[in-house]
């Protein structure tokens, strides 16, 4: 017996893939968000420190990992108020969001909400128990049924962000409905607007003096390039983090040693963050002048890593023409109907290969 699950939509890609590959310049793979930048010196050699890790590590984390994650959360996210029982390391931040509602113990007849423009992989840990997925962004159109509600702000593919307002209202309605709710933050620390990270769901007006039910799940991949590593966590109700340690025990989710101690250097450092920013400014500049010069519109992306571009037209012809000029894009109806007519246009490439493709798009036609 398997698991009646959706296709991974990324092989979908491979002919579109070998199209740009055959370009004589290469090809300029904007498809997929996986950093290409350096690993910072510092949390590479907190790493190599760390490799006598002869003993089981804690599930719950080192006590200086937690303490990391609570005085971050209180410098870099307007939460002043967490204390280590409210944070859990996690193996990145993907297999927490497929693996929730399972811990959470939903099932048939549960239903669990996602943005109209979706990271696929909350509707495939809804598949994995059998649960109903809703793809909605208005807190008064959430069911009875409603167990789980992802939010995503930053959001991706569309670099949607939530304002305080909002996630106070989402949080009210999914206590109505006694659902757990749960933003998903990574590219929080990429806001283009600011240069302050987006608002948080633990951010206390938005709480209002409670944590209830609410959590905050993060990932050290797009700030810091650790992708590789899988360094994520997760923040919010104490009582629902304990729940959740108590099962990732039993399971075995427990982020490697040597990982855990080049966290804690990642959290505490500011500068690389900040310089890996301006370098995305930079990329994201040149790209989004290129795609607009070249006939897109730019939708939403005030955040995040990622260009939600559109000429009006399904999302496989906008795939096809970059094809054909060597560039790799993916499609937005991988994230839902909402992205039928709009392609994610990722900025995780080297400044030669942006360049590349800013070049590509002013010299060529990009035909319909």
Not at 143 to 165: F, I, K, M, Q, Y
Request: aromatic share 6%.
């Amino acid at each position: 017996m398997t698991l009646a699950l959706p296709d991974f939509p990324w092989d979908l890609l491979v002919p579109y893939a070998d199209e740009a590959r055959a370009h004589p310049g290469g090809i300029v793979d904007l498809s997929v968000g996986s950093p290409v930048d350096p690993t910072p010196q510092a949390v590479r050699e907190a790493l190599a420190a760390a490799t006598d890790a002869h003993a089981y590590p804690l599930t719950s984390g080192t006590p200086q990992l937690r303490e990391a994650i609570v005085d971050w959360y209180s410098r870099r996210r307007g939460v002043p108020d967490l204390s280590v029982a409210n944070v859990i390391p996690t193996i990145g931040s993907k297999e927490f969001v497929a693996l929730l509602p399972t811990l959470l113990g939903l099932g048939p007849g549960d239903v669990v909400v996602q943005p109209t423009a979706a990271y696929p992989s909350y509707a495939v840990g809804a598949a994995v128990v059998g649960a109903t997925v809703l793809s909605s962004d208005e807190p008064e159109e959430w069911p009875d049924a409603t167990r789980l509600v992802w939010l995503n702000s930053p959001g991706n593919p569309d670099g949607r962000v939530h304002s305080l307002e909002f996630l106070r209202r989402a949080v009210v309605r999914a206590r109505e409905l006694g659902a757990v709710i749960a933003n998903d933050e990574c590219y929080a620390e990429l806001d283009w607007g600011s240069d302050e990270p987006t608002p948080s769901i633990l951010h206390p007006e938005v709480t209002q003096g409670s944590r209830r039910l609410t959590l905050s799940v993060y990932s050290l991949s797009k700030q810091s390039n650790l992708a590789g590593y899988r360094a994520g966590f997760v923040a919010g109700c104490s009582d629902l983090v304990g729940e959740l340690l108590a099962a990732r025990k039993h399971l075995g989710l427990i982020p490697p040693a040597p990982v855990q101690a080049a966290m804690v250097a990642a959290l505490g450092d500011d500068a690389h963050v900040a310089a890996q920013k301006e370098r995305y400014r930079a990329r994201r500049e040149q790209l989004a002048t290129a795609l607009e010069a070249a006939g897109f519109r730019i939708d939403g992306s005030a955040a995040g890593l990622y260009l939600w571009a559109s000429r009006d037209e399904d999302s496989w012809e906008s795939v096809a023409a970059l094809a054909r000029l060597g560039i790799l894009v993916a499609p937005g109806s991988f994230y839902g109907a909402a992205g039928d007519r709009h392609v994610r246009v990722a900025l995780t490439a080297t400044d030669e290969r942006i360049g590349e493709a800013a070049a590509r798009l002013a010299a060529g036609r990009v035909d319909g």
